[in-house]
């Protein structure tokens, strides 16, 4: 019996594609699966009994690139930054540390709005929101019967 190497049926479509129609329509579809116009960073939200923690996934970035702001009750974590034009020609380029904006919902009277905070460290943005002291977890308690 002869073993034979898997040919796949259909031509690698990249190489088709750029030979016709160059790689502008390659950077679109590029776009369309989760290229640059729709990277956002990925995020974790915690809650415990005295806080909820918000963890961003945005390397790159540098401290003053963030804008946090709250306001009406929305958290905004917003990022504007340009693409470095340099001078080096790519034959292909992933990396993207462009412009982004992500808005949180609070949970109505929960969160201490005066003692947010916020760190930037090894790639990661965590935003701290404290709970009002009536919104944390009240220990149980035993009720007397008369």
Do not use: W
């Amino acid at each position: 019996m002869r073993l034979v190497k898997f040919n796949n049926r259909y031509p690698q479509s990249s190489n088709l594609l750029n030979h016709f129609f160059g790689n502008e329509l390659l950077s679109a579809a590029d776009t369309l699966k989760g290229g640059q116009c729709f990277d956002t960073p990925k995020v974790n939200i915690e809650e415990n009994d005295d806080a909820f923690a918000i963890d961003v996934a945005a390397p790159g970035y540098e401290k003053k690139d963030f804008n946090v702001t709250v306001d009406n009750n929305v958290l905004t974590i917003e990022v504007v930054k340009e693409e470095e034009a340099g001078n080096k020609k790519y034959s292909h380029y992933e990396f993207t540390y462009g412009s982004f904006k992500r808005s949180f919902s609070l949970p109505k009277d929960k969160v201490n709005d005066a003692k947010i905070s916020a760190t930037y460290n090894n790639g990661i943005l965590n935003v701290l929101l404290p709970k009002k002291e009536e919104a944390k977890a009240q220990p149980k308690r035993l009720i007397d019967i008369f």
